[in-house]
């Protein structure tokens, strides 16, 4: 049957691009769904590279522990999320994939005997998928296959367009890749257009022309992938934290922005999570000196600069206290929560960078349309104020 006008075209538009990027199209035909998956990239390569296992899996920050003291509040029960523990953190790794190939818009890992590698493939629609629940299964296309003799360093990421999941699911990856010490031609990435995303990989000396982004349709096969461990698995450890303050507070004090000592985080302009009676609260915290600050008109160096000054913050829960990364120890901290979407990232990040962490929950919020972190809220001020005493900022 012959194919209608117009059939082929974004087949062919992502056939042009890939030469462009001296990669050479294969014939696809033949290719089928992965006949199954490894838990563990160590499984993968212990049976692939057998004797040479040590040459193509290293492990890095090994006998880690993860220790968070307990969130603080006032007159309010805390969600199990924000207790204190302490347990062992295992370790991050790198994993060079041989004839290795890259599918789909998350950068799922297909090792050449045409098994998923689950701990380093990992999709999201409100839940992790993983393993047999991986969209590689349930919604495969053999996309057009390309290659390359290139050894491609892997930083694709399916939340790679959110803030947060940029910074600790993504740039932290880069450290592991330097330790591996192999030699990266390009790198694999995802959504690397927005401004934070240019903007912190030039200051970490990542090249435009080094990238390769990852689309719906990737289908990369390559001479060797060099794929870190993911990020979200390893439960966010010190090490990623220490990594962003290292490679970017330099960074932050570049910008030329005037600072304050206690500031207020609005979200105002997103379209979810907003806090509803937010000119009352504004009105009650400068009272007490705070200035409000929109982050999203902001660089990522003025942001770092704000929050490397700032002695006590507060905000409703959202990506851009994952500059809390770049502040002082000591610094103050008061997230506003609604009672059913109480994630607890942030509560983490205070701890590995020893903040003063208080929360507070509202009782009264709208809820989101489509997903419980949507819900907006409104923030009792009478028992903000006092949260507000109990932290000794008033």
């Known amino acids: 049957m012959r194919a209608k006008k117009g059939q082929h075209r974004p087949r062919l538009r992502l056939i042009r691009r890939a030469r462009r990027r001296g990669l050479r199209e294969e014939n696809p035909m033949g290719i089928h769904p992965p006949k199954g998956h490894y838990e563990l990239a160590r499984d993968c390569i212990a049976r692939l590279e057998k004797r040479r296992f040590h040459e193509f899996y290293k492990e890095f920050y090994t006998g880690e522990l993860l220790s968070c003291t307990e969130a603080k509040t006032w007159n309010q029960p805390l969600q199990s999320q924000f207790q204190a523990v302490s347990i062992p953190q295992p370790p991050s790794f790198t994993a060079v994939v041989r004839k290795g190939r890259v599918w789909g818009g998350g950068g799922a890992i297909v090792a050449r005997d045409n098994r998923l590698i689950s701990d380093v493939s990992i999709e ?107 990020n979200v698995k390893q439960g966010y450890a010190r090490w990623s934290c220490d990594y962003l303050r290292h490679a970017l507070l330099p960074h932050g004090s570049t910008a030329n922005i005037e600072t304050f000592e206690r500031i207020y985080v609005s979200r105002a302009s997103s379209q979810y999570r907003r806090v509803t009676n937010e000119q009352e609260l504004c009105e009650l915290l400068s009272q007490h000196g705070f200035r409000t600050i929109q982050l999203e008109t902001l660089t990522v160096a003025e942001q770092i600069r704000l929050f490397a000054v700032a002695k006590a913050i507060v905000s409703p829960h959202g990506a851009g206290l994952t500059n809390l990364t770049f502040c002082s120890p000591g610094t103050k901290v008061i997230e506003l929560f609604s009672p059913d979407y109480a994630p607890s990232l942030y509560w983490l990040i205070s701890n590995h960078v020893n903040l003063d962490y208080y929360c507070l929950f509202s009782d009264q919020f709208e809820p989101g349309p489509a997903w419980a972190g949507a819900s907006n809220l409104t923030v009792d001020v009478a028992k903000l104020t006092e949260l507000l005493r109990f932290a000794g900022i008033i």
């Open 124 to 230: 999201w629609d409100g839940d992790l998928k993983m393993g047999r629940d991986h969209p590689i299964f349930k919604a495969w296309s053999p996309y057009p296959l390309v290659t390359t003799n290139e050894t491609i360093g892997v930083l694709a990421f399916c939340g790679s367009n959110n803030y947060f999941h940029w910074m600790y699911d993504v740039l932290p990856r880069l450290d592991l890749l330097q330790r591996t010490g192999v030699s990266i031609d390009r790198y694999l990435i995802k959504h690397c257009d927005a401004p934070y995303q240019t903007e912190t990989l030039a200051a970490l000396g990542i090249p435009k022309e080094k990238l390769l982004p990852v689309h719906d349709e990737t289908h990369l096969k390559a001479r060797r992938l060099v794929v870190p461990s993911s």
